[in-house]
């Protein structure tokens, strides 16, 4: 029997797998893997399909080094664009247009360590119009915040909160030095303890090893993590990662299809650099993956919703929250 066959029987025997699990399972033949994976897939979250769009709320002039990031203020990149937090009216006018368009969750993020206490309460403010007049779900992104902000924001209709993890905590050091992987773990400890449901991923490509995605997995696992973005680094000029080659196309699928191995019910969500692709992300999408961030990033053009619609109709899939 092979390790992809014994490692499938033991996830859909409601088994988790480990990291030493994980590691052999790495070097599967890919066929096997993604094939085993779309198993998984189908057994443990049926067709849905959790598609979200992103507005980019508050931009720019970021504190944080993030090596990866165009908004950050320690660089100097074609992103000259900086505003304050949106307000109502340009959040909700966001707010309607995705949900017109199909999309069933809506994701605000902003730039900077964390939101003050005022940008939260003006926050709130937006979300609960959103929630009155559109109907839709609503993430946020707001930085380090702490349980009592969360718990106004749940308060307000907030769903889910996003806060990536990037890498595993022994190589996040190389990646950011201006905050901490413990201040990222203690942030999405805090949203889930105000009753929150939680999104958290990263970036491939950084120059990490493949023991470092898998850490990075089992860490959000461990956290109750449902929702696991997948980036993958696009090289963005006068950032210190501009010379990085992106991730192959191949090695994008192994990893894709390896996360599904490890959160056999959660969201495999494809996000940032699903352009770089040559298929827009398809063959991920067959190998595991069933979500997707839709429309354009927060500094890059992304893919459009018709487009991604269009494609999970294609691929036998329906739009749906994978909120389990």
Do not use: W
Not at 224 to 244: A, D, F
């Amino acid at each position: 029997m092979s390790i992809v066959t014994q490692m499938k029987e033991k996830v859909l025997r409601g088994e988790l797998l480990g990291r030493e699990d994980a590691l052999e399972l790495s070097g599967a033949p890919l066929p096997e893997l993604r094939q085993g994976a779309q198993e998984i897939r189908k057994a443990m979250c049926g067709d849905g399909f959790d598609i979200c769009t992103i507005v980019n709320g508050k931009c720019g002039r970021c504190s944080e080094d993030c090596k990866y990031c165009a908004q950050s203020a320690h660089y100097h990149t074609a992103c000259v664009e900086s505003y304050p937090l949106l307000s109502r009216e340009e959040l909700l006018k966001g707010a309607k247009y995705n949900k017109e368009k199909g999309v069933l969750r809506y994701s605000i993020v902003t730039s900077g360590k964390r939101l003050s206490g005022e940008e939260v309460a003006r926050a709130c403010e937006s979300i609960r119009a959103i929630r009155e007049e559109v109907g839709i779900e609503v993430c946020v992104s707001f930085g380090l915040l702490g349980e009592e902000d969360f718990r106004k924001l749940k308060e307000a209709g907030v769903s889910r909160v996003h806060c990536n993890l990037e890498s595993s905590s022994r190589y996040f050091p190389k990646v950011c030095t201006t905050h901490t992987y413990e201040e990222k773990i203690e942030t999405l400890k805090a949203a889930k303890a105000a009753g929150l449901s939680l999104c958290s991923g990263g970036i491939l490509g950084l120059g990490e090893t493949m023991e470092d995605r898998i850490d990075m997995v089992l860490t959000a696992r461990n956290l109750g993590v449902k929702s696991i973005p997948v980036n993958l680094l696009n090289p963005i000029p006068g950032t210190p990662y501009e010379g990085r080659s992106p991730l192959s196309y191949e090695e994008a699928l192994r990893c894709v299809a390896l996360f599904r191995f490890l959160v056999p019910g959660g969201a495999i969500r494809l996000a940032g650099g699903r352009g770089l692709l040559e298929d827009k992300g398809e063959g991920c999408f067959t190998s595991g993956a069933n979500a997707a961030i839709s429309g354009d990033m927060l500094t890059t053009a992304g893919i459009t919703v018709e487009t991604d619609m269009a494609l999970i109709k294609k691929l036998g899939f329906e739009a749906g929250l994978c909120d389990g």
